[in-house]
Structures are given as structure tokens and as C-alpha cells.
């Protein structure tokens, strides 16, 4: 993938990953946990690949991109700790609210997480297009 490429393709997925944070936020308001729970994952699972793709690290699975989010961010110091924890909650709670019969999650635990999974969003974002401007 030639520089280009790798912008455009860097840039669908930022797109993507906040496009997947405003369903959230709308599934929310219409107390659809378990779609917001997705939603939510989805939204940093983008954004992570996106920062992935800037950096050459590739992964096949979405185990692999949390674990190398872990990896490669995190015990960088780049993300904190809590960080990747907190990711590794939204993957364990969407695979909860996909594969389950019943969901819970209280609003006011649903608020906060949204919240959380905004700032982080944020701060994968901002590092992504800090990266994405120093290409070529």
C-alpha cells in the first residue's frame, strides 16, 4: 500500500469509528443497550486499527488488535494501562450483547461508558492524525 492508500484507508476508518461512536450515542437515547455496547467497541476496534495501519502492524483478529494494542500503545506509554483494560471491557461486553439472550446495562453505567469511550476515541484521533500528517 503506497502512501495515498494508506491515508485514504486511514482516514475511512476514523470516519468509520466516529460514525460508530454517534450510533452510540443515538442507540442510547433509545435505550438500546446491547446496540450501544456494540457500538461503542466497534467505534475504538476502527479507530485502534486505523492507528495500526499508520504504523504497519498488522493483526487478523480482533483478539489480536486489543492484545497488540496492549503491545505496541500502551506498554509504550502512549495509552495508559486503564486504557487497554478499558478497551478489553468493551470487547468482553460486545461479545456479551451480540452472542447472549439478555443484556443489561444500566443507563447510568451505559452514560458513563459512553463518556470513557468518547474521550478515548479522542486521544486514539488525535494521535492518528498527528502520525497521518507525518507521512510522506
Do not use: C
Amino acid at each position: 500500500m503506497n502512501p495515498n492508500q494508506k491515508k485514504i484507508a486511514v482516514e475511512l476508518l476514523m470516519e468509520k469509528s466516529v460514525r460508530n461512536m454517534e450510533q452510540a450515542v443515538r442507540n442510547a437515547e433509545m435505550d438500546y443497550w446491547d446496540l450501544v455496547a456494540n457500538r461503542l467497541y466497534y467505534s475504538i476496534f476502527h479507530a485502534v486499527t486505523a492507528l495500526m495501519l499508520i504504523d504497519g502492524i498488522k493483526t487478523s483478529t480482533h483478539k489480536g488488535v486489543s492484545s497488540q494494542f496492549g503491545r505496541y500503545y500502551v506498554l509504550s506509554g502512549e495509552f495508559d494501562r486503564e486504557d487497554g483494560i478499558f478497551y478489553s471491557r468493551l470487547q468482553t461486553m460486545r461479545e456479551k450483547a451480540d452472542y447472549q439472550n439478555v443484556f443489561v446495562l444500566a443507563p447510568e453505567d451505559g452514560n458513563i461508558l459512553i463518556s470513557k469511550a468518547q474521550d478515548l476515541l479522542s486521544r486514539i484521533n488525535e494521535l492518528t492524525i498527528s502520525k497521518l500528517n507525518r507521512l510522506p
